[in-house]
């Protein structure tokens, strides 16, 4: 019997028109875009579903879009294949994605999540926009050489390794002055490919700062439950357990390196053989097939 695990991917999945299909057709989807709007205090059915793009992908809507996306999509499987979801053993999601895993393993309900990713999402734009920064993705290049495109660039700006996807996959974040000089240097170093994330500022790095101590203050007034079954971190490729320990690590992975490539090298070696990716786009999938060839993934999309 295959040891099933579940992922959720993070902001940049988010399109103009996911999830109106699940509203349409399913009242457990509806529900939850009711709810979030009365949460939010702002229609997200209409602009998960009509737009306009700019609106849906400003961070601070964008990441209870797709965390109300990923639960809705979660609701078409529970609909369609009920034993897929009480066999589930293991979660992970990709930076935001965390957080409805979280949600899906039992640590915390809805109406907590969606506030503490409002929250999160609004104080990562407004470190957005304190400092001219973003992200630029560097594909054909093992870490060390990508350690040299930041030693090179580093002269005009402040530059970090964020987001480690996997083999050849790494996003760095930093400072738009340097950034600037990312791609010749990468190129140079063969690189085959470098491309600007359309992201408002440079996540999971020290610019990101206040707003890990917003988020952590929101945590503490939050109520969080050890999750029945194990979700692997971001930042250190472990599953936490503990409520302080939860807390801690969401905390720390609004500064720190995604460390998505470890995660699922983890769980692969605990044994998970079945994934499922639960939301918006396919990007995870495509990662795992990165990774492990082998191993399926099967795509539950927020249609």
């Not at 009365?38 to 997200?44: N, R, T, V």
């Not at 290049?141 to 700006?157: H, I, N, R, S």
């Not at 101590?213 to 979700?231: C, D, K, Y």
Request: hydrophobic content about 50%; glycine content about 10%.
């Amino acid at each position: 019997m295959a040891k099933i695990a579940f992922l959720f991917p993070g902001q940049g999945a988010q399109f103009v028109g996911m999830g109106s299909g699940l509203d349409a057709e399913l009242p457990a989807a509806r529900a939850l875009f009711d709810r979030a709007g009365e949460i939010l205090g702002f229609d997200l059915r209409k602009v998960c579903f009509e737009g306009p793009a700019e609106a849906l992908e400003a961070t601070d809507v964008s990441q209870p879009a797709i965390f109300t996306a990923s639960l809705a999509a979660l609701e078409s499987l529970k609909a369609t294949q009920p034993e897929v979801v009480a066999s589930c053993a293991g979660a992970a999601g990709l930076s935001l994605g965390e957080y409805t895993a979280l949600v899906f393993a039992g640590a915390m309900d809805f109406e907590a999540g969606l506030k503490v990713v409002r929250l999160r999402g609004q104080a990562m734009q407004a470190a957005a926009r304190a400092t001219p920064s973003g992200m630029v993705s560097i594909l054909g290049l093992d870490l060390a050489a990508v350690d040299q495109v930041c030693e090179k660039v580093a002269p005009f700006g402040r530059i970090w390794k964020a987001n480690l996807l996997g083999p050849g996959n790494v996003v760095v974040s930093g400072e738009a002055s340097a950034l600037e000089h990312v791609a010749p240097a990468a190129l140079e170093l063969g690189a085959m490919k470098v491309v600007p994330l359309a992201v408002a500022g440079a996540f999971h790095s020290e610019l990101m700062k206040p707003a890990d101590e917003q988020l952590a203050a929101v945590l503490a007034e939050t109520t969080i439950n050890g999750p029945r079954i194990p979700v692997y971190s971001n930042v250190d490729a472990k599953a936490h357990f503990e409520p302080d320990a939860l807390r801690d690590s969401l905390v720390r992975q609004v500064l720190s390196g995604v460390r998505w490539e470890d995660s699922m090298r983890a769980m692969l070696a605990d044994g998970f053989d079945a994934f499922y990716e639960i939301g918006p786009g396919r990007v995870l999938t495509g990662l795992l097939k990165r990774i492990d060839r082998k191993t399926p993934c099967t795509a539950i999309p927020a249609r």
